[in-house]
């Protein structure tokens, strides 16, 4: 990380700590092998940045790591542990062997060879691309996010400023999310949950508490955005970007623009609905849709919704998260459940595509900002947060992703067509009808049974 850029978020320098080459470690190897026996250059070739337990970390921008790899492979335990660092990033105890202890091994101790070999290591440790001496090896932020939720040249202005890489993963649904991370996925460091599942995550200890000191942006944050029900002091999140869901439609290939739900039901577009890929959404809008609040965790309610879903299913063509906008701009659906900005950016390619929340109300949401517990990078991380946050960027991200800013200061900087669009900031009426997810405890497992149920037949 640049210094400056240090200095500005008051982080701690990290200048690379272990020296490579330990005299007493040399010596040890020196008493059992030849300096020159591949063993021991090998183990001086491990500590490369280049070893394949580090090597997943691809230039900036690449989105080249896939999680099963980061399952596999923790590569902050394994770089630490190839230092002689502890997880904690403490130096490990250097383990003492009683030394010399054979007339032998004295002799061996005195010979030029010996010594010469001793001076070669030395060389070869300090020449080693890997040694950390002094030169700090740049560290790679990994990024959980939404899918299409990114801009890339906010990212790169963050690499340039603060001298660290980003990598980026996408998800398509909170519940892939946290099933990745449950699955043993461990080296991202934020991720980007919604509401609900910040509420869950809190309670799976999956967060780290944050240091609201190294995010002075948050001052700029919405007042009504902060402090909601899932994280009443913003503890663990910061609000990021928030929007509603709604139904996206093709005003050229429906008769009348939708009004309720059911026209997610209407048979003449029988092939051409495309449903979120998302549990908790489509149960949201089968609930609506019957007047049902989206929370319920009334078990016969939650069966008539999927009973209503089931009856619905031949007419969808797709339930996907990633690509209904391409559908939507295709011709392939003329209706799709969808989220606000999603929506609004298929409607700047195709002006026929609009978006209405219909009048039983859906979804308001916020996806947040949290550093993950196991994160190894917490300090570049929070530098990483804030900096969405600064007003120029959060205005840049809003105009590329067309989801509304947590950020008050952005919304001024935003071009009137975005600012003043309905469908990215609804009027107080439009969400007065709305309702946020929340965590159902355990009734979710009737949720999941459903929702696989309604999949798989
Ligand atoms: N393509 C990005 C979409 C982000 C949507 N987050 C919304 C979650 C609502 N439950």
Redesign the pocket.
Known sequence: MNQAAIKEQGLSAHTGTAPVAQPGNLLLFARVVSPHHPDVLAAFRRRSPADSAVRYSAPPGSHAAPPARLQRVNPVVRRKASRGLTHAGLRAPATRHPFPTHPQEKVLLCSPVLVIAFAFLLILAACSPSSDNGNAKKVTLHLFT????TEETVVKEFERRFGIHVMTDTFGS?EELLAKLQGGASGYDVVVP?DYMVSIMIKQGLLAELDRSKVPNLAQVYAHLKGLYYDPQNTYSIPYLW?T?GIGYNAEMVSSPPQSWQALWDERYKGKISLLN?E??VFSMALRSAGESLNTVDLVKLEAAKVRLMAQKPLVKAYTSENYDQLLISGEVALAHG?S??IVRAAAEKPSIKYVIPQEGG?I?Q?NLCILKTSAHKHEAMAFVNFLLEPQMAAQITTKVKYASANEAARVLLPKEIAQNPAIYPSQDTVARLEW?KDVGETIKAYDRAWTELKVK
């Open positions: 939404w899918s299409d939720y909170n919604s929007g869901t998302d908790r959404e989220w900005g999603t979804t949401w996806d997810i």
